[in-house]
């Protein structure tokens, strides 16, 4: 019955504060946009004109004219597949430029100037490489999200305890048992942050990048909609962005602290 009662604690300490906020949120903004020239709708009013696509998310109608959830379906397959592909990436360089300082000093000025380009400033060279809005699209999310990982992974490496480098040395590990048993596992809260942040980066690059390629995805859905002044659609599909922006980072967090055990900050 204690354990009971004090997960029943937990739970609430957990729940009433934000739930109290965002109640306090929809008041505010039913007051403010209930009045007469208003330029947004209130809450009322976007469930009312939006409830066509709250309550079917699955229709599909063929081309671009399809439910939320195959929109996000179609953003999330694009950022697995780039997200994916930089995680590779970044963490075997980020591991170079760690453990070499020739590769430091040689990779890391250029890599400081690449990541400061914004991500839709890369869409139209994908554009002219590619010539395809997928492939530019997942290209967009790859060069987005690998930076922090690069980084994260090069700091990581770098803050390997000289004591378990002695040690790999007496076991006389070769550079293969070296990285899977020694720096991967050091490494790995590290890698896991940088991981959390581009997985952030990445869906809001997919979003961005798919308001420019067209095509299915909630990038798209957003700019359609925008296009038809349906206001109230972009809100409710900038809700379900949010949503599954925490979705994602804190599925990350959870496999982090899975293979930190808990020392990767969830």
């Given at each position: 019955?204690?354990?009971?009662?004090?997960?029943?604690?937990?739970?609430?300490?957990?729940?009433?504060?934000?739930?109290?906020?965002?109640?306090?949120?929809?008041?505010?903004?039913?007051?403010?946009?209930?009045?007469?020239?208003?330029?947004l709708p209130p809450p009322s009013r976007v469930v009312t004109e939006a409830w066509d696509i709250i309550a079917h998310p699955f229709y599909d109608n063929g081309g671009t004219d399809k439910g939320l959830f195959?929109?996000?379906?179609?953003?999330?397959?694009?950022?697995?597949?780039?997200?994916?592909?930089?995680?590779?990436a970044g963490i075997l360089t980020g591991t170079l430029i760690g453990q070499s300082e020739w590769a430091m000093r040689g990779l890391d000025p250029i890599f400081q100037v690449l990541r400061t380009i914004p991500p839709l400033a890369w869409l139209p060279l994908s554009l002219a490489a590619f010539r395809d809005g997928q492939p530019s699209a997942i290209f967009v999310i790859f060069i987005t999200s690998i930076w922090p990982i690069i980084i994260n992974t090069a700091v990581g490496i770098r803050n390997i305890p000289q004591d378990y480098r002695n040690v790999?040395?007496?076991?006389?590990?070769?550079?293969?048992?070296?990285?899977?048993?020694?720096?991967?596992?050091?490494?790995?809260?590290?890698?896991?942050?940088?991981?959390?942040i581009g997985v952030g980066l990445s869906w809001l690059a997919i979003v961005a990048a798919e308001m420019l390629i067209g095509g299915v995805g909630i990038g798209f859905f957003i700019w359609d909609a925008w296009n038809s002044s349906h206001i109230s659609e972009i809100i409710v599909a900038l809700v379900y962005v949010g949503v599954i922006g925490?979705?994602?980072?804190r599925f990350v967090a959870f496999v982090?602290?899975?293979?930190?055990?808990?020392?990767?900050?969830?």
């Open positions: 019955m204690a354990t009971l009662n004090s997960v029943g604690k937990n739970l609430a300490k957990n729940l009433i504060p934000p739930v109290v906020v965002l109640i306090a949120f929809l008041v505010i903004w039913e007051m403010l946009c209930s009045r007469p020239g208003a330029g195959w929109h996000i379906a179609a953003s999330i397959q694009r950022v697995a597949l780039g997200f994916a592909l930089a995680t590779v790999a040395a007496v076991l006389r590990l070769n550079p293969l048992e070296f990285f899977a048993k020694i720096m991967l596992p050091s490494a790995a809260p590290y890698i896991f942050t940088g991981l959390r925490f979705i994602l980072d982090g602290t899975l293979v930190t055990r808990g020392t990767a900050t969830a």
